[in-house]
Structure formats: C-alpha cells, structure tokens
C-alpha cells in the first residue's frame, strides 16, 4: 500500500507561483508512475502532469509551458512548481501513484491523497 499526502496549496493572484509537494511512503517500490490532478467544484477530475520512473514526463495542454512536475526520490517526494498562474487553475489539487501505467487518465491511478486547495484570484 502506497500513502501520499500533498502540501503546498493556497492563494495567489493571477500570474503568481506555487509550488506543491507530495510526500510519498509505504511500497514505494511498486509505483511506476506519478501524477498531479486536480478538480473544480462541478468539473471531473482532470490529469495535469505526470511523471515516470525515468523522469520522462507529460502535461496537459491547458498547464504546458507555466507548470512542471519533478520528483525526488530520495527524499519520497512529488512535486508539482506552478507559475504564470491563472484563476482557471483554481481547484483541489492531488497526487497519485500508478503501478502500472504512465498517463493523464485519472482512472488508472491506484493510490491517492487527499488533496490541496490551489485558489488564484484574478
């Protein structure tokens, strides 16, 4: 079993920066890959960046360019650094961990945090 917890989230005005932070613990071992989603009130979950084992990465197009995603593995965590910050960006933000496979769909992820709320104000 895999445990994650986010940090990091808050308000800021558009054009500002955050960065969150997942920290990752329990069968480490067996993620293949990690990813950074978030969620609107009344929208689905959508992905937003997710990264693999050898730090090859992807985004969705609405965050490409303004937010990266890098994980240190010795110290078990996730991060996601978000910049040029819009109010569209504004939701709960979580991390996941996929054994298995290495993409945006939030459906294949197996393990999850709780979240963080990430608000811009324009």
């Known amino acids: 079993e895999v445990q994650l917890v986010e940090s990091g989230g808050g308000s800021v005005q558009t054009g500002g920066s955050l960065r969150l932070s997942c920290t990752v613990s329990g069968y480490t071992y067996s993620i293949y890959s990690m990813g950074w989603f978030r969620q609107a009130p009344g929208k689905e979950r959508e992905g937003v960046a997710a990264i693999k084992s050898d730090s090859t990465a992807i985004y969705a197009d609405s965050v490409k360019g303004r937010f990266t995603i890098s994980r240190d593995n010795g110290k078990n965590t996730l991060y996601l650094q978000m910049n040029s910050m819009k109010p569209e960006d504004t939701a709960m933000y979580y991390c996941?961990?996929?054994?298995?496979?290495?993409?945006?769909?939030?459906?294949?992820?197996?393990?999850w945090g709780q979240g963080t709320q990430v608000t811009v104000s324009s």
């Open positions: 996941a961990a996929d054994r298995w496979r290495f993409n945006l769909y939030s459906g294949s992820y197996d393990s």
